[in-house]
């Protein structure tokens, strides 16, 4: 029979050089990672809407994206703008930018109401905008995130049509609320939206 010990190993966990780094380790002292904030937009922004547009040309079909996007910044002041491109982004990019060289600021009372009825009309889009007193936001479609976004509060929004086109009918408010322009805003009414005012009362006046 046997009676020799089994060999054990004679180097200590605490002698060798691996156990002495994880000895000397601590999970705590690594330093946190840096987290960048994305900095606030200017203006709060809302897609009205967005659409994949086929171009065909000679080599084939081009396909685009068009956009429309509406912006405020909930204290009187909204814009709208239509943008297209290759790629969303850059849609997005042209939208965004058209919309603050038409953005304008809404003449308002002190509850954050507007101060008369208005009523526009765009395309096949019929809109009528009227305070009410403390009945809060009335209103539907697009036409509800244009007065969202320029802050307007207490207000009932009548759509007189039934045009299901998101973008004429945030024209339509567009066109109603430059009604209520203050005369210290700058911009001016979209160029698409006077040409086609514009073609409208030449229309008008040739069939008088």
């Known amino acids: 029979m046997d009676t020799t010990k089994p060999k054990t190993n004679t180097t200590s966990s605490s002698t060798h050089p691996r ?16 987290f960048f904030e994305r900095p606030k937009p200017e203006f709060d922004q809302k897609m009205v809407s967005i659409r994949r547009v086929t171009r065909v040309v000679a080599g084939g079909r081009r396909m685009t994206f068009a956009v429309a996007l509406a912006i405020g910044d909930k204290k009187g002041s909204v814009g709208l703008g239509t943008g297209k491109g290759g790629d969303t982004a850059i849609a997005i990019a042209k939208a965004l930018r058209q919309a603050k060289k038409n953005m304008f600021k809404i003449k308002t009372t002190k509850e954050m109401s507007i101060t008369h009825e208005v009523s526009a009309k765009f395309s096949s889009s019929k809109l009528v905008i009227r305070p009410n007193k403390g009945k809060g936001l009335v209103a539907g479609s697009t036409v509800r995130d244009m007065l969202i976004l320029a802050g307007i509060k207490n207000v009932t929004a009548k759509l007189h049509s039934g045009s299901k086109n998101k973008l004429n009918n945030a024209r339509a408010a567009y066109v109603a609320l430059y009604q209520l322009k203050a005369k210290a805003s700058l911009p001016k009414v979209a160029p698409i ?16």
């Not at 002495?20 to 990672?33: L, M, T, V």
């Open 193 to 208: 939206i006077v040409d086609a005012i514009a073609s409208d009362e030449v229309t008008k006046e040739e069939v008088k």
């Open 19 to 34: 156990a002495a780094q994880s000895s000397n380790y601590k999970g705590g002292e690594r330093k946190p990672r840096a």
